[in-house]
């Protein structure tokens, strides 16, 4: 199975802060590789497919890019309703495996 | 609206069995691949299982191959995962994801709820 490691594991930001999360996999994947926004005690919502195609409905201040091994989730700009924990997943091949998430918390 | 709603979850004791089920609407069940994914609490997401539109396709994690047999009716539009000699570590938020796919995209676009399965000893 390829493995998917995310860094941070978590963070403290401000509102109005330019956030960076990392996806790395553990063997190339092309693009395929997705991003989800989970909100506590909420169902997972696909952000971005493709590693960096914006799902229907979902902010631009969210982007997603990277190719291969490592990707890379940015929110230009915090806003309260994005404190969440966010995963990548993989869909290169099966069994599609995601990251460990990471808690982005208000500081 | 699409939407996904998942039922059938609850607490039950070690060895045993539940069905859980997904009720899709919306979009054309049929044409889409589904999957059910768990999140043990405070940990992240595990896919379980998954089948293709026609239901003759099935896909297992090893950690429950065996186990859980994912399947579905397309005349009622539901999905469901049989879950039997339940285990402690199977304790879980148990979501149905419709997976949308294309040559080069593929991603759970809609995720239901979730419905929780407890196993206790």
């Known amino acids: 199975d390829i493995q998917m490691t995310q860094s941070p594991s978590s963070l403290s930001a401000s509102v109005g802060d330019r956030v960076t999360i990392t996806c790395r996999a553990s063997q190339r994947i092309r693009g395929n590789l997705n991003w989800y926004q989970q909100i506590p005690r909420k169902a997972p919502k696909l952000l971005i497919y493709a590693a960096s195609t914006l799902q229907t409905g979902v902010p631009s201040r969210f982007s997603g890019s990277g190719s291969g091994t490592d990707f890379t989730l940015t929110i230009s700009s915090l806003q309260p309703e994005d404190f969440a924990t966010y995963y990548c997943?993989?869909?290169?091949?099966?069994?599609?495996?995601f990251g460990q998430g990471t808690k982005v918390e208000i500081k | 609206e699409v939407q996904l709603l998942e039922s059938g979850g609850g607490l039950v004791q070690t060895g045993g069995s539940l069905r859980l089920s997904c009720a899709a609407s919306?979009?054309?069940?049929?044409?889409?691949?589904m999957s059910w994914v768990r999140q043990a609490p405070g940990k992240g997401l595990e896919w379980v299982s998954g089948?293709?539109?026609?239901?003759?396709?099935?896909y297992y994690a090893e950690s429950v191959k065996g186990r859980f047999t994912i399947s579905r009716d397309n005349s009622k539009n539901t999905l469901y995962l049989q879950v039997n000699s339940l285990r402690a570590e199977d304790t879980a938020m148990y979501y149905c994801a419709k997976r949308f796919s294309t040559t080069s995209e593929d991603a759970f676009d809609i995720w239901g709820q979730g419905t929780m399965v407890i196993v206790s000893s």
């Open positions: 997943q993989q869909s290169y091949s099966a069994p599609p495996t």
């Open positions: 089948i293709g539109g026609s239901g003759y396709t099935t």
């Open positions: 919306g979009f054309t069940f049929i044409s889409y691949a």
